[in-house]
């Protein structure tokens, strides 16, 4: 008996299931890789061949998913939408009863006899264009037979309901000619395999890290300790990565430096999609951090100079998401829940102090002049006007996947900066100068880490307690809370001051900065920009923000035309009469007069002479660190 008490429990012990209608030994799903395979060599109509190959179920009812959202995005997308022909196999290769619950979950019967499942993915480029909520495209996915492939592996993985935490072995036929980019561990397979092979520890680890393939058009660099590989996926062949390679290690290098010790990871891909902007083509321009990449996508016909700028903003940004959320953040990131997602209070955090980062950065470390960053961030200030200033940060945050919350969610980059640049002084002038929002982030990451997270309800106070009493009135009245901040009271802190001034626009334009737009759910209509102010040629004419402009000078207006307007408008001499026929909340209105020579008033930051000594040394700390 004792002998054969020792075999049961080694039975036990190695997680083998005997029978379930087979007559092998099978492992339990909890103690095997759940192995997907992905055919990228036989696409057929635009479709890629997913398998799916988990261990065994003791359940009899097994549900599979498909996220509905993942982390970074803040929307709802359902990939399932782009799943197709669902099938389920027992261990005899028999069909199984497949229901779907919902459009990202099916519930497979007869669980303990299922072996595998197939279904077919499409891609999300080619439907951003038509789609009325499309996919963000740095979180999409693009299916190019034989020439590209971006995997947000999200769109192409699902996992099994209670066996997120399970490891993933991903299995990936790959044409001839394209190489994979990832940060995923990849298993050696020989020079000239026809298959790659990358590992996960758990679900998350296989959506945290998309992979692209694409022609070699790659290059690396060394940033400190941490290797940086670039892969730029061109379709006109337009952009080399070596091209984009100084700008890049030039700004890594800086963001390094900023820094400092905060460093979690050796490696960073940075994965470049070039969209050629046709139809079937990604639509949806910036990136998605992960924790050791980001997916970046950018229209091709970009010149040199703006490419570079656009990648310097965007990427800084992303790699900025190694200090949050990727390294600190609440339980509701480490244990997201792809399919019913509880979201966190701190975006003011995430995306707010990331975004407060990606311009400090280039203040502190001679990027750019001071009176750049001055610039931005009364940009920030103009650009948060659009949204409502009262609505409680934190609230917003917890609540952004629901009216009226997730339309303020843009307002995460605007006054979520603005909400770290006056928690930046105001720790400045408490500290004599010594600390700042970075320190506390980097004292925030020693004691979490991107393994540990916080309670969502205890990161304010917990703050309050490093810092001092006067941050805790600030998170109360300002982020918790729904008091709008004086950012001129900060800006006097450190020796600033605004100031109004009048600068020559164009009649449509203010440099790059349109006052018009187009309304695509509107049969394109042109209209006039809402929540920011406007020039004294529209003043003058009486417009307004919202303002649908039907005709001018009896010339009926669509986008070919407004174009053509714009263009003579640069030629306009100050005496021209114009006749401006708008639509406003349902009312035909006759708009008419001069057009004037364009102005507007701007409102600028700037430095005040003769401040003390103090106000000056505090300047000092706050913009070199």
Not at 390 to 405: D, R
Request: proline letters at 5%.
């Amino acid at each position: 008996m004792a002998n054969m008490g020792n075999k049961v429990f080694l039975f036990m012990a190695t997680g083998l299931l005997v029978g379930c209608g087979a007559s092998k030994n099978l492992v339990l799903v909890e103690n095997t890789p759940v192995v997907t395979s992905l055919d990228l060599v036989n696409v057929v109509k635009d479709m890629v061949k997913v398998t799916i190959d988990p261990g065994a179920f003791r359940a009899e009812q097994v549900v599979f998913r498909i996220p509905k959202t993942v982390p970074g995005t803040y929307s709802a997308d359902d990939y399932g939408q782009y799943i197709d022909s669902v099938r389920a196999y027992d261990y005899k290769g028999a069909r199984l009863p497949v229901q779907q619950l919902d459009v990202n979950s099916w519930q497979v019967a007869n669980g303990t006899s299922l072996d595998r499942m197939t279904y077919w993915v499409n891609d999300t480029y080619d439907t951003e264009r038509a789609a009325e909520a499309p996919v963000f495209s740095p979180a999409g996915s693009n299916i190019l037979s034989g020439e590209n492939y971006m995997l947000n592996l999200h769109a192409f993985v699902g996992y099994f309901d209670g066996f997120k935490e399970v490891p993933y072995e991903l299995r990936i036929s790959k044409p001839d000619g394209l190489i994979a980019t990832t940060s995923l561990p990849e298993v050696p397979s020989g020079e000239g395999a026809l298959q790659d092979v990358f590992v996960a520890s758990r679900y998350f680890d296989v959506i945290d890290n998309p992979i692209l393939y694409a022609p070699n058009n790659k290059i690396s660099f060394k940033v400190s300790d941490i290797t940086v590989n670039m892969a730029v996926y061109s379709p006109t062949g337009a952009y080399a990565a070596i091209n984009l390679k100084d700008r890049m290690e030039k700004m890594m290098s800086a963001q390094k430096a900023f820094l400092g010790d905060i460093n979690t990871t050796e490696e960073y891909n940075i994965l470049l999609y070039l969209s050629d902007m046709s139809s079937e083509d990604a639509q949806g321009f910036g990136a998605l951090e992960h924790h050791t990449s980001t997916v970046v996508v950018l229209p091709e016909s970009l010149p040199q100079e703006r490419m570079e700028q656009a990648m310097v903003d965007v990427v800084s940004h992303e790699f900025f998401h190694i200090v949050t959320p990727l390294n600190v953040h609440s339980k509701e990131i480490q244990y997201f829940d792809f399919n019913d997602p509880k979201m966190s209070k701190h975006l003011w955090m995430y995306e707010g102090t990331t975004e407060y980062f990606a311009n400090l950065f280039q203040i502190q470390q001679g990027l750019i002049p001071k009176e750049e960053f001055y610039e931005r961030l009364m940009a920030k200030v103009n650009n948060a006007k659009a949204y409502d200033d009262t609505m409680s940060f934190t609230e917003m945050s917890k609540n952004i996947l629901a009216a009226p919350y997730e339309e303020n969610y843009p307002n995460v980059y605007e006054k979520g900066t603005l909400i770290n640049m006056a928690l930046d002084i105001l720790l400045r002038e408490k500290s004599n100068g010594e600390r700042g929002v970075l320190w506390l982030m980097k004292e925030l990451s020693k004691k979490y880490g991107k393994n540990t997270p916080f309670n969502d309800a205890d990161l304010i106070p917990e703050i309050v307690a490093m810092t001092y009493p006067e941050v805790g009135v600030f998170f109360n009245n300002h982020v918790v809370g729904t008091q709008p901040i004086d950012y001129a009271k900060y800006w006097a802190k450190v020796g600033l001051a605004p100031i109004k001034e009048i600068e020559q626009t164009g009649y449509f334009l203010d440099g790059e900065v349109p006052f018009i737009d187009v309304d695509g759910e509107n049969g394109g209509a042109i209209f006039i920009r809402e929540g920011i102010g406007l020039n004294s040629f529209f003043l003058g004419l009486g417009a307004q923000g919202g303002d649908i402009i039907r005709k001018i000078d009896g010339r009926t207006i669509d986008l070919d035309t407004i174009r053509a307007i714009i263009g003579q408008s640069f030629g306009w001499s100050p005496k021209r009469s114009i006749a401006m026929e708008v639509e406003r909340n349902g009312e035909t209105l006759l708009l008419e007069g001069p057009v004037g020579s364009p102005e507007i008033e701007v409102t600028k930051i700037v430095e005040v002479e003769g401040v003390s000594g103090t106000l000056a040394s505090l300047r000092q700390s706050w913009l070199k660190g």
